[in-house]
């Protein structure tokens, strides 16, 4: 009824090596048979027509006939349709470990390509999605694990899966091939959209994740925001990882929108998020933001690490939040950190800059006691903040223990203390410090050259001062403008000799000045008599090209009008006419006779008022005016005088002096003259108005002089001695236009106002000279400046 089925001769050698235990099924011991690829069929039919009929028992012989073993028999399975082998009567599954190491052995041998897909085709077992994931873990190279697995994509029973996926990006991402790991990002999306069933899916973040720590800056934002277009879970390593990226490209805001979509989706912020997040709101100056997440960090019981501190305490410290600076050292103190000794240099900067000295350097002191040494910034810091403030006792103690610390002060340390010392009038620190300075090698600035020489010029040491800028000359610097300032110095605390003392040194040393100071110079000269001195520096100023303007004239003539001796007046009509200035000509031609000018004294004066550009000149033309008719009343050229005032009139230099109300009243305003300008405008005035009444029958009802508190007596006392009815008040003298009227009809008011009466003259002339210079206006015409500039005459 059987038949005896004797093996192959291509199984003797399998056989030679196995022998069967009786006590086992045969079966067991021929599960490795599986792997061989020709299947054949190991049992028959009694028929013989090699049907795959199960039979029941089989006798196994060797070559020789022996017996072996009797068992049940084995028959094939289909290739790829079947998931298991039939074991006797038993149906036996694959083992999946079995499956995917035939898996693995066939991509491992072909790797890609038709040849791979043909022998995956030929399985002798239905795979499934774990046994390619699984296998996708083993095989590790990107190529072959892509290959397997579109194969898969194209077989019946594929199903998207997580762990697949994330297998996949684990591989691409180990190569670092983030071409490939993108191109299967959007394959999953594309599955997405199809199944609907990946959108809780892990392996979204594998991608966002490894593209960031890539620094694939574009494309892991474009992915993220197809996940949140996708509406999938994005978890909080990703979003760290974005905001990681986003921070190191130099991007905080776009890394602060990430986290505010992390708040709106409601993710849940870990230790790692709040240690990125926090230092980077303070960087950037969103310090209540920050502050906010310290605390918030502290109050879910998470321990805040030190660049949490560091960058809290210097931040606060430079926005000026000093209380919350020092509030979060203290903080970090009691949290068991130790402070850094560069937080404690922010610390002490901070409140340097802020200028709360006292907390500086009590932190100073705590961080030496900490076993920091300070830098050589911290104490050049120290020690310029505390001279800049004038705790100069401090700063040179700070000073002393740089130096025995090994470090060797900078230009801008010796600066700044030897400034701060001149600036205090300290003499000998100030020059214990520069030839410290100088010993060590250190080239002075040009600015504590200039501090330098102030304080020297303003103690009046002109040798030491000399000698240090001959010191500064050989430097390399340009001296001309700090010898010059010395000079201004000496100018302006009204030390003239010592002031050309310097300008004869700077004269001998080659060195300039400019034309301003030497104009300065010699109106210094010239207010304190020296006038010997001060004509060759006016010769210097001309002479260099500068121009004697109509002020500086006039100052000059002021000097003449005031002098009493005579030596000194040959000298100021020395330098008057080494100005060769056009006022000087006219002065000369004022004082010649008709024959020489060629012309009478009126159409003189008009001639040199219409050269005059009242635009630019208009201040200096009424000062002019001022000093001039004080010179001519003083000499008694009284005719020349009103010709000038009337020629200054006509060119509307006092427009507003003389007033016609009409009938109801006449003015004249002298308040802005000196007194030979009030003197002659009184007298040129009043005759106009006796003309106007007497010949035209015009009669106001009063008449003022608007004379001010200083020129009242001296015009009253002018009219008193003609019997005038003008009565003195406080700064105006006023009179009845009757009573005016009959005082213009008496001979000598018309003698007077023509200045027809020679004994009248000389009695008048005597009471201007007594009165004229000691007069309070007087001093003010020698001082053209401030009321000059305003365009008022003084």
Not at 19 to 46: A, D, M, Q, W
Not at 504 to 517: D, E, L
């Amino acid at each position: 009824m059987f038949r005896n089925f004797v093996l192959s001769r291509n199984l003797k050698h399998i056989f030679n090596s196995f022998r069967p235990n009786p006590r086992l099924n045969f079966s067991e011991h021929f599960i490795f048979l599986s792997g061989v690829k020709n299947v054949r069929t190991y049992c028959c039919g009694e028929n013989g027509d090699g049907s795959n009929k199960w039979t029941e028992d089989i006798d196994y012989l060797d070559e020789s006939g022996k017996f072996l073993y009797r068992g049940k028999g084995i028959r094939s399975v289909e290739p790829g349709i079947d998931d298991h082998v039939m074991v006797g009567g038993v149906k036996r599954p694959f083992l999946n470990a079995s499956a995917v190491a035939k898996i693995v052995e066939i991509v491992k041998r072909w790797r890609w390509g038709p040849d791979l897909e043909a022998q995956l085709d030929k399985l002798q077992f239905l795979p499934n999605m774990v046994h390619v994931t699984q296998a996708l873990k083993v095989v590790g190279d990107g190529d072959a694990s892509l290959s397997l697995f579109r194969w898969a994509k194209r077989q019946a029973w594929y199903t998207p899966s997580d762990e697949c996926y994330a297998t996949l990006f684990d591989t691409l991402n180990a190569s670092s091939d983030f071409d490939g790991i993108q191109a299967m990002f959007d394959e999953l999306i594309l599955d997405s959209d199809k199944t609907g069933v990946s959108s809780k899916f892990s392996s979204y973040n594998k991608v966002i994740q490894y593209l960031a720590k890539a620094e694939k800056l574009e494309v892991s934002f474009c992915c993220y925001k197809k996940i949140q277009e996708s509406n999938c879970e994005i978890d909080t390593q990703t979003y760290n990882c974005l905001i990681t990226l986003f921070l190191n490209k130099g991007l905080p805001y776009k890394a602060f929108e990430i986290y505010e979509r992390m708040e709106v989706a409601g993710c849940s912020l870990d230790g790692s998020t709040y240690e990125l997040m926090i230092p980077s709101l303070a960087k950037s100056g969103r310090l209540d933001a920050a502050s906010k997440l310290f605390q918030e960090m502290k109050s879910k019981g998470l321990r805040p690490g030190y660049a949490i501190f560091a960058a809290l305490v210097d931040s606060m410290g430079k926005a000026g939040r000093l209380d919350t600076s020092m509030k979060v050292y203290m903080e970090l103190q009691g949290f068991g950190l130790r402070p850094s000794a560069t937080m404690f240099v922010s610390l002490i900067d901070s409140f340097v800059k802020a200028g709360k000295l006292e907390t500086a350097l009590k932190l100073w002191d705590e961080m030496k006691k900490a076993g920091f040494r300070p830098n050589y910034g911290l104490y050049t810091m120290i020690v310029e903040s505390h001279a800049k403030s004038g705790k100069l006792e401090i700063a040179m103690s700070v000073f002393s223990d740089m130096e025995k610390a090994g470090f060797l002060p900078t230009p801008s340390t010796y600066s700044c203390l030897l400034e701060m010392h001149a600036a205090t009038g300290q003499v000998d620190f100030a020059m214990k410090l520069y030839n410290s300075m100088t010993n060590a090698g250190l080239r002075p600035g040009l600015s504590t050259y200039t501090s330098l020489l102030t304080l020297l010029a303003k103690k009046k040491l002109v040798d030491m001062a000399a000698k240090v800028l001959l010191e500064m000359k050989a430097m390399g610097y340009s001296v001309d403008v700090s010898a010059s300032d010395v000079l201004m110095v000496y100018i302006k605390d009204a030390s003239v000799d010592l002031a050309l003392r310097w300008l004869r040194f700077m004269g001998s040393s080659g060195i300039r000045t400019n034309n301003f100071i030497v104009r300065q110079l010699f109106e210094s000269c010239m207010k304190s008599g020296l006038y010997e001195s001060a004509k060759p520096l006016l010769e210097t100023y001309v002479n260099s090209a500068a121009k004697v303007d109509l002020i500086l004239y006039t100052s000059i003539l002021a000097h003449l009008v005031r002098c009493q001796e005579e030596d000194n007046e040959k000298h100021l009509m020395l330098i008057l006419s080494a100005t060769r200035h056009k006022a000087h000509t006219f002065m000369c031609g004022l004082f010649t006779g008709p024959e020489q000018r060629k012309q009478p004294v009126l159409s003189f004066v008009r001639e040199f008022f219409q050269g005059i550009d009242y635009e630019m000149e208009e201040g200096a033309a009424k000062y002019f005016v001022n000093v001039l008719l004080n010179y001519l009343v003083l000499m008694g050229q009284i005719n020349r005088a009103r010709c000038v005032w009337k020629v200054a009139y006509e060119n509307k230099l006092f427009p507003k002096a003389i007033v016609f109300d009409q009938h109801i009243a006449w003015s004249l305003d002298v308040r802005n003259l000196s007194v030979g300008a009030a003197l002659i405008a009184v007298v040129h005035t009043l005759h106009r108005f006796r003309k106007r009444m007497l010949y035209y029958g015009v009669v106001p009802r009063r008449i003022k002089l608007v004379t001010g508190p200083t020129l009242k007596i001296v015009i009253a006392q002018m009219l008193s001695s003609v019997e005038s009815p003008f009565e003195v008040s406080k700064v105006v003298l006023r009179a009845p236009g009757d009573s005016v009227l009959e005082w213009f009809k008496k001979p000598i008011v018309q003698q007077f106002l023509l200045n027809e009466i020679p004994s009248r003259a000389d009695i008048l002339m005597h009471k201007l000279n007594t009165l004229f210079p000691s007069s309070a206006p007087e001093l003010r015409s020698l001082s053209p400046p401030k009321a000059l500039i305003s365009g008022r005459a003084v």
